[in-house]
């Protein structure tokens, strides 16, 4: 089971590519311990969380770190109260927050990942300060520093105006010394084009030739260094995967938070079962313009139809972009 609180969606940067940015009337709510307390309460009773093996329990913004109090709140009372025998907590930071209080936080992270885009030229064109400034200096200093005590995973956002340099940047961060790097597409940037399929497949094959040649086995590079090929399941938003936003709004995946259509109800109220059955009514609709393709199960347009619409406008037609990187995970996986 998959739960994801927002505790913040106020954030200290304002990167250009960003849903979050400065300018976009995101609200800036903090998640309080009234609503940490109802979150729990009612997710405890639910069947799956009683069924569920492990709690997968991530911390989500905006920058979490800036509402460190509540993270700390959030694990004591699963730890204190024994609500599940095995919670696994993970975090997506901007890795600019790095204090005495976020080193002890941190500490309790199993899975961390911290937002890199590349080298100073690259990261500083995308990932600015509120001031305009640059990041870089901090993140990388922050994360070589993290990464001594506790593994880390760089995230790299890849746009249509960095794709060129992908091969380059995932070079520098290796020879930087960071050994876990996920390049990431943005999927939901519009500016995409059919020019770039073409940079997009040399330099993933570009990254995947270096970890050969370089016998770099202590390397992962997300799924070009290794990628069970296994079938997509159906969405599991709404039964087993949640986003619980401060207010305590419920969402089904985070591509859905503050889209009303999708709103699965509030953790005082409960869940909108009507919306959830919709989900999986979905999950059984063929997408036609992918009918033939040998590898369409497993492929992500087939299993999440709220990805296609956000992307596409529709819920039942492929993004190319996700065809790409589907037809590109499976040729490097051999």
């Keep these: 089971m998959d739960i994801t609180f927002w505790v913040t969606q106020d954030c200290n940067l304002n990167c250009a590519y960003c849903y979050n940015r400065t300018g976009n009337n995101i609200k800036k709510e903090y998640m309080t311990k009234e609503v940490v307390d109802d979150t729990l309460s009612?997710?405890?009773?639910?069947?799956?969380?009683?069924?569920?093996?492990?709690?997968?329990?991530?911390?989500?913004?905006?920058?979490?770190?800036?509402?460190?109090?509540?993270?700390?709140?959030?694990?004591?009372?699963?730890?204190?109260?024994?609500?599940?025998?095995?919670?696994?907590?993970?975090?997506?930071?901007?890795?600019?927050?790095?204090?005495?209080?976020?080193?002890?936080?941190?500490?309790?992270?199993?899975?961390?990942?911290?937002?890199?885009?590349?080298?100073?030229?690259?990261h500083d064109k995308y990932r600015l300060f509120e001031n305009g400034s640059g990041t870089f200096e901090t993140v990388i200093s922050n994360a070589k520093e993290i990464q001594k005590t506790k593994n880390i995973r760089i995230r790299i956002t890849v746009t249509k105006h960095t794709i060129k340099k992908l091969?380059?940047?995932?070079?520098?961060?290796?020879?930087?010394?960071?050994?876990?790097?996920?390049?990431?597409?943005?999927?939901?940037?519009?500016?995409?084009?059919?020019?770039?399929e073409e940079d997009i497949i040399n330099q993933f094959?570009?990254?995947?030739?270096?970890?050969?040649?370089?016998?770099?086995?202590?390397?992962?590079?997300?799924?070009?260094?290794?990628?069970?090929?296994?079938?997509?399941?159906?969405?599991?938003?709404?039964?087993?995967?949640?986003?619980?936003?401060?207010?305590?709004?419920?969402?089904?995946?985070?591509?859905?938070?503050?889209?009303?259509?999708?709103?699965?109800?509030?953790?005082?109220?409960?869940l909108d079962h009507t919306k959830i059955d919709r989900i999986q009514k979905m999950n059984k609709v063929q997408i036609e313009n992918c009918r033939g393709c040998a590898i369409y199960r497993y492929c992500p347009s087939s299993r999440c139809k709220l990805i296609n619409k956000k992307i596409t406008g529709d819920y039942f037609s492929a993004s190319k972009i996700t065809c790409i990187e589907s037809r590109l995970s499976i040729e490097l996986c051999q």
Aim: hydrophobic content about 35%; some cysteine.
């Design 167 to 196: 091969y380059e940047t995932v070079v520098f961060l290796i020879d930087s010394g960071f050994r876990n790097i996920v390049p990431v597409l943005d999927m939901y940037d519009s500016n995409w084009e059919d020019v770039c």
């Design 42 to 122: 009612f997710f405890s009773e639910l069947r799956a969380w009683k069924e569920a093996n492990t709690i997968y329990l991530n911390f989500h913004g905006g920058e979490p770190l800036m509402n460190t109090e509540i993270i700390e709140y959030v694990i004591s009372k699963l730890n204190k109260g024994k609500m599940h025998r095995n919670v696994v907590y993970g975090m997506t930071t901007n890795g600019t927050i790095y204090g005495s209080k976020q080193k002890k936080v941190l500490e309790k992270i199993d899975n961390l990942s911290i937002s890199l885009d590349g080298n100073k030229e690259i």
């Design 205 to 270: 094959r570009l990254i995947k030739r270096y970890l050969i040649d370089n016998s770099l086995n202590d390397v992962d590079v997300g799924w070009i260094s290794s990628n069970e090929l296994t079938p997509k399941g159906d969405c599991d938003g709404g039964k087993t995967n949640f986003h619980i936003v401060p207010n305590g709004e419920i969402y089904p995946c985070l591509i859905t938070v503050g889209d009303v259509e999708w709103k699965l109800g509030n953790v005082k109220t409960g």
